[in-house]
DNA sequence: GGAGGAGGTGTGAGCGTTAACTTGGCGATA
DNA sequence: TATCGCCAAGTTAACGCTCACACCTCCTCC
């Protein structure tokens, strides 16, 4: 009969509703839900029974309309598949929820600055209130300054960038105990399986590579080039194999490590015997490996997470503070390293 | 010095701001932002001008209030750490971009039917149009079929489940060839390095080797149970290494392979010589063990992707398809498997 | 040449929430 | 007893967009 309440009614219960069934205001209601002080513990009993009858749930985009803030944090990363980035994300999502922040992921097509644009633009139409960019590469570093100022930005990764607000693992660091540590156990040099030239991770490690063994007055031997994979790794073993004065072998990464191995052993050359190998990352798998991989522990997670918080500080804080977080990595060392053979 | 226009407004444009520059309704600025037909060419790029030049932004939270769209998909993910879940995470983000969609994400923290039923709620309330759950243990399908009332849902795993939509691999099948070929190589029985009693994919590959060993006729061997990690896979590897009757083992998943494979290793016994190892998944480092893992290679990007499909043919399509997507594994041979030792 | 239709545009209402005010009690203070 | 102030509500106005409709101008057709 009447314009209303033609029967089950089937959409979803709003806050009048509520209020009604509660013979409230809406905005009692809306009190209730926010906590606001001054609400007499019966009525907010109401309210609570009447939103538990109901059902209701507030609807989000009303608020962020008028709140304008949509409880949502963006994440960009470039290969969510690889073990580093995966647990990244995961470390910025736990951290994020716990902070009381959705979640919203976009992975990179290409490495270019255009496709960090992009990726950030995107998040930022999607009224995210801050963006973390897990995008190591030095293509991809240069635009974020200018996009920080469109919204909160954090970057994680590698790199000295100055402008913008960074959580980082020294790689550097890292590199050069891995080599320090194969130089004191007598080799006279180490040879390096790098990763793709345009990754700040890979750049960094390199560069603690070369200057260690600059400091020690050692020589300092071609760069093998590999791209992060088991597979490269493997090729630049097989390169490597070919050398004969090779003694120890440090691998930017444990994947290319584990195919270096494998092209080892199938050139019959012994690890940790005739060569030690050392990796970086410290995957799960690494201690499994043939054999145990020596590597530089880094704590993905732990790095996601204080990369989270950056931000959180960055958003609620009212300091725009532009901190660069370093981490440290950690050598753990297993059975891929020896002394050099007598020979 | 009205009460606006008090000089700078810092204020993000609106709608209204690009209409007033453009000399239009506001009403034109959203046609032309919505492709809506029946705007003079002319009209069009002035609004467009005045788009670029206020560098406007729609706000997304009032265009989701008004059309009751999101443009949101959620996905709950169990381990997204691991090589399966990240990928397939990877797959249907992408999906998910090319079809219009955004995606956020949420990690369960515990196994049971109640950490689904919080993730799914968390996401909706969120105001997602879907949700995907990455989620194959036993304990969160049951809840599903409830959940999928409140909002659609897909489920991406394994198993039978017929109140949910599903996509899943055939790992059944999938462990049917493993086994099956390990017995044509004349090996009279098969060991089983299981996953996770409670996963969905452990069951359906245990049962798929156990049903093909008693079609067979081969002898039924104690299942090693393990937990995905090359360390369970290591320590089955010594257990069964104390077998000496043991000349074939398949796994649950690559990870527990590599596991077993240094196992064995250390207990010196050959691989593929004395004993042939198969694994699953096909992780893109498989093919650099030590040997080379023979595995059944599993796409779980394709799944993703799929997984997304299904989810957004229910959301546009009117079809409520309680679908089931299968997808077939498929066997990669390397050197890890060869015939029994004549001894 | 007036009716009808289609292209092109403007007007007003409403989505569901929070923010800012307003209102009405009631006890404490002067 | 009049005044102040605090508590506990209610009322109204945004937030920025889309939808439904009204309107105007041509053009076509009989």
Known sequence: MGTDSAGTEQRQPVMADVAKLAGVSHQTVSRVLNG???VRPDTRD??????RELDYRPNSAARTLVTRRSQTLGVVSFDSTLYGPASMLDGIERAARSAGYFVSVTSLRSLDGRSVQEAVDRLRDQGVEG???IAPQTSSVSPLAKLSSSVP?????????THVPMVSVSN????GEATGYLLDLGHRTV?????PANWLESRDREEGWRLTLRAAGAPVPEVQRGDWSARSGYQAGLRLARLDDVTAVFCANDHMALGLLR????????????ISVIGFDDIPEAAYFTPPLTTVRQ???ELGRRALELLVGELEGAAPSPAHVQITPEMVVRRSVGPPAWR
Not at 191 to 195: D, I, M, T
Not at 263 to 274: C, F, G, N, Q, T
């Open 46 to 51: 109401r309210v609570l029974a009447a939103i």
């Open 153 to 161: 930005l954090v970057a994680v990764g590698s790199g000295n960038q």
């Open 172 to 175: 550097g660091y890292g590199a």
């Open 131 to 133: 963006v973390v960019v």
């Open 299 to 301: 704590d993905f997670g």
């Open 263 to 274: 092209a080892l052993h199938e050139a019959a050359r012994s690890v940790p015997h005739e």
């Open 36 to 38: 606001a002080p001054h």
């Open 191 to 195: 040879h390096h399986v790098a990763g």
